[in-house]
Antibody
């Protein structure tokens, strides 16, 4: 059974940093691209970042470029999101999602339950 | 990276068919033809129901079907059921290794 378990969320002050993790199991992690998607409570989904299966290529939504860094450790079946210079508008539930392909596409096949990030002073 | 445009809400009676539109631009749907659809019940993880415009993942009901023309994609739900009441999001691959979601549509079963 495919499982994606996010962790690392919490309450953080603006300008600070936070690192999210996603532990994957139940599938060959190193064969699939992975993503972070967020949802502000009561609002819609927003794609945040994606990474190829071999980390060869990454992509970000414009609003987080230069502040967030996606990475993965295929040996540990883990996906990460380093979030720096956090802003109030980064407050959201962050989902980890598995792509259908080894390359970044828009087909987010499996999702975790999410970890909540609240940026507030 | 503007969100794709969806109607805020669509409703239908049990057994009816409804269609949700998803309008993009020349930078996404019209160019790449990579469109997916997701069903999202509150408090649950989103579920992929259509990918690559028309394909259904294993286990997804054939009551869900997708299509696209130009810069607009559509999701049709036939034989509407109570459990179909949820939010639905389209998505598309865009340029430079990015993806974008639609604004979301709340489906109500009357």
């Amino acid at each position: 059974e495919v499982q994606l378990v996010e962790s690392g969320g919490g309450l953080i002050e603006p300008g600070r940093s936070l690192r999210l993790s996603c532990a994957a199991s139940g599938f060959p992690f190193d064969e699939y691209a992975m993503h972070w998607v967020r949802q502000v409570p009561g609002k819609g989904l927003q794609w945040v970042s994606g990474i190829y299966s071999n980390s060869d290529k990454v992509g970000y939504v414009d609003s987080v470029k230069g502040r967030f860094t996606i990475s993965r450790d295929n040996a540990k079946n883990s996906l990460y999101l380093q979030m720096n210079s956090l802003r109030v508008e980064d407050t959201a539930l962050y989902f980890c999602a598995k792509d259908l392909h080894h390359y970044v596409s828009d087909a987010f096949h499996m999702w975790g339950q999410g970890t909540m990030v609240t940026v507030s002073s | 990276q503007s969100a794709l445009t969806q109607p805020a809400s669509v409703s239908g009676s049990p057994g009816q068919s409804i269609t949700i539109s998803c309008t993009g631009t020349s930078s996404d749907i019209a160019v790449y033809k990579f469109v997916s659809w997701y069903q999202h019940h509150p408090g649950k993880a989103p579920k992929l129901i259509i990918y690559d415009v028309v394909h259904r993942p294993s286990g997804v009901s054939n009551r869900f079907s997708g299509s696209a023309s130009g810069n607009t994609a559509s999701l049709t739900i036939s034989g509407l059921q109570a459990d179909d009441e949820a939010s639905y999001y389209c998505s598309s691959y865009t340029s430079f290794i990015t993806a974008v979601f639609g604004t979301g549509t709340k489906v109500t079963v009357l």
